[in-house]
């Protein structure tokens, strides 16, 4: 069964940071773009950050650009979100997603985990 499991949310103060897991199982997702989308209460899941199955470049939203940095260790099978100077704007559920490389493939996406940021 692939699963992809999100950890790392929590309550923070403006100004910290947090780093967000996604842990993959049940197929290996070295090929697949893995990107981290969220979601606050009442607005639309909403793009944060990619980095490409290959190559390992990054994409980030312009909203955390400079702030936010993805990464990922192909060997566990995980990729991370640093967070730092967090705003209370950045208060969401996020979501890890992988996409196959091929439009043949199937998309995954995470439960979520929740990210609060108080001012």
């Known amino acids: 069964q692939v699963q992809l499991v999100e950890s790392g949310g929590g309550l923070v103060q403006a100004g910290g940071s947090l780093r967000l897991s996604c842990a993959a199982s049940g197929r290996t997702f070295s090929g697949y773009s893995m990107g981290w989308f969220r979601q606050a209460p009442g607005k639309e899941r909403e793009f944060v950050a990619r980095i490409r199955g290959s190559g390992g470049i990054t994409y980030y939203a312009d909203s955390v650009k400079g702030r936010f940095t993805m990464s990922r260790d192909k060997d566990k099978n995980t990729v991370y979100l640093q967070m730092n100077s967090l705003k209370p704007e950045d208060t969401a559920v996020y979501y890890c997603?992988?996409?196959?490389?091929?439009?043949?493939?199937?998309?995954?996406w995470g439960q979520g985990t929740q990210v609060t940021v108080s001012s």
């Open positions: 997603k992988a996409d196959p490389p091929t439009v043949e493939g199937t998309s995954y």
